[in-house]
């Protein structure tokens, strides 16, 4: 049993030895014995000086993300450990994955801090709520979001049971050095410049005579559909892909949130069905549409219709080359990517390959086939509750297919 504990915790023979003495032979009750005395130690040792250490890089999605990273210790020895080393490399990935803005909150301002609960404030008062309800929301709402934003409070990508700071601590009770993540940077490639503007309502949706908005106009509130949320999942395993995939400081938490911003995504009274969401331009997970108007704008992809075609036929056959063929950081489950459009898989099943499209929240889907000429559209008010695949959408594919 010692050996067994020793290779799970890689703590030394006699404090393996007197932690099972401790909990009376169970295993996982000094696993968390060390892991505590490790933690104590940890902590003790915070106080101490490190100026020794590394600045490691990483380089991810074929050189689109790059990230560096100063790591601390209190000696050269250390520095050169393969733990050490390693725990920088973890970091380093987080901070590609995850995009944290600071190390810790200890570097959020009092105005930064301010400035964010005055726009929550304003945003929380226009649901008619109690100023003192209002207060508590927005507080939690804050404390999630410091979560989110700071390095060492992130859940760790790799075992969301962990945060950064978790795993920092386990290190230093492992060498028995002070060891600190003093700051980073991350580049993204034309991340800051400006890039060309274009307006949908103008490019898009008017000469086509859709009706479909990024941003919709207050005249046409009334006519939107109200969002009905799904039952929750009982499946084990959906539940823990979900949470994988959108629970708090994942990158698809982050990317329907607007990082956090638009909260209780999920809860009876669903933020998409406001007039504040309704009217954000928010293209990555906010147009408004129906069936008709979506397979319209992909039948503009792939030929005329009434005289407009979006695209010509050798920019849609390089759209839909794939680029990406893998395990996606933001949706979990292995994806294949076009340029902007998604093929053809498991995660959105189209007509048959040669498709591409993209599948919306709830089980919605557009895509166009230029080798069956078709442009399709399914959207709904209900809710699906899965990620991959929506059974009414398939139902659809087949049907369409079938009368071809």
């Not at 990230?67 to 050169?80: G, I, K, Q, S």
């Not at 409070?153 to 230093?172: A, F, G, Y």
Request: a negative charge.
């Amino acid at each position: 049993m010692i050996k067994e504990l020793r290779e799970r915790t890689a703590a030394g023979m006699a404090d393996c030895k007197k932690a099972l003495v401790e909990t009376s032979g169970d295993m996982d009750k000094a696993v968390d014995f060390l892991r505590k005395k490790g933690l104590a130690k940890a902590a003790k040792k915070a106080g101490r000086v490190a100026t020794e250490g590394l600045i490691s890089q990483y380089i991810h999605g074929n050189g689109r993300i790059g990230v560096l990273l100063e790591t601390n210790c209190e000696t050269d020895f250390v520095a050169r450990n393969d733990d050490f080393i390693a725990f920088t490399r973890d970091v380093s990935m987080q901070i590609a994955a995850m995009n944290p803005q600071f190390v810790s909150d200890d570097e959020l301002s009092t105005d930064f801090l301010a400035k964010e609960k005055e726009i929550r404030m304003a945003t929380a008062r226009e649901t008619g709520k109690p100023e003192k309800m209002l207060e508590k929301i927005v507080d939690g709402q804050l404390k999630k979001w410091k979560k989110e934003i700071c390095l060492l409070d992130q859940p760790w990508v790799k075992d969301d049971k962990k945060t950064i700071r978790d795993l920092q601590s386990e290190l230093v009770a492992k060498l028995g050095e002070n060891i600190k993540v003093r700051r980073f940077v991350r580049f993204e490639v034309g991340e800051g410049l400006e890039k060309k503007t274009e307006n949908f309502a103008e490019e898009v949706a008017t000469p086509l005579g859709l009706d479909f908005w990024i941003g919709l106009p207050e005249s046409e509130e009334p006519r939107v559909s109200r969002l009905e949320n799904s039952p929750p999942p009982t499946d084990p395993q959906v539940v823990a892909m979900l949470e994988m995939f959108m629970g708090p400081g994942t990158n698809g938490y982050r990317a329907l949130t607007l990082d956090g911003r638009i909260d209780g995504i999920g809860d009876e009274e669903n933020p998409f069905n406001t007039r504040a969401v309704h009217a954000t331009e928010m293209p990555a997970a906010n147009g408004i549409t129906n069936a008709s108007s979506l397979a319209r704008m992909y039948a503009a992809t792939i030929g005329d219709v009434d005289g407009v075609r979006l695209i010509d036929h050798d920019t849609m056959q390089a759209a839909r080359t794939e680029r990406v063929n893998g395990p996606d950081l933001t949706l979990i489950m292995p994806t294949r990517i076009a340029a902007g459009f998604w093929l053809q898989n498991d995660l959105s099943p189209m007509i048959q390959e040669g498709s591409f499209g993209h599948a919306g929240a709830g089980g919605s889907l557009g895509y166009a086939n230029p080798e069956l000429g078709i442009g399709y559209g399914y959207v709904m008010n209900q809710m699906g509750g899965g990620i991959a695949g929506d059974p009414r959408t398939i139902g659809l594919n087949d049907a369409v297919l079938a009368s071809l």
